[in-house]
């Protein structure tokens, strides 16, 4: 099993930003695919960023180009810069842990931590 425990988030103004963290349970992160989520009042939770254990990035158009995804496999972690933050960004933002095996896929989820874009 993986536990996630989230930490960075808060209340910022547009134009701001944050930088998320998520740190791992376990000695096999390294074999897990990382990612972000968010989920906003009444709305889907969608896909902010992921990141392979090699450090190949994937990126919602919504974000790119303002953060970015990292990890720290010796560290059991992983990171989310957020900068020029808007509005549209404030959501509760999880982290996951995802790994496939064979025809099977596990996944693993953070108790989320709330972002918040206010002027």
């Known amino acids: 099993q993986v536990q996630l425990v989230e930490s960075g988030g808060g209340l910022v103004q547009p134009g701001g930003s944050l930088r998320l963290s998520c740190a791992a349970s376990g000695s096999s992160f390294r074999l897990f695919r990382m990612g972000w989520y968010r989920q906003a009042p009444g709305q889907q939770r969608e896909l902010v960023a992921t990141?392979?254990?090699?450090?190949?990035?994937n990126y919602a158009d919504s974000v790119k180009g303002r953060f970015t995804i990292s990890r720290d496999n010796a560290e059991n972690s992983v990171y989310l810069q957020m900068n020029s933050l808007k509005f549209e960004d404030t959501a509760v933002y999880y982290c996951?842990?995802?790994?496939?095996?064979?025809?099977?896929?596990?996944?693993?989820w953070g108790q989320g931590t709330q972002v918040t874009v206010s002027s």
């Open positions: 990141i392979s254990s090699p450090g190949t990035t």
């Open positions: 996951n842990a995802a790994r496939r095996v064979l025809n099977n896929q596990y996944d693993y």
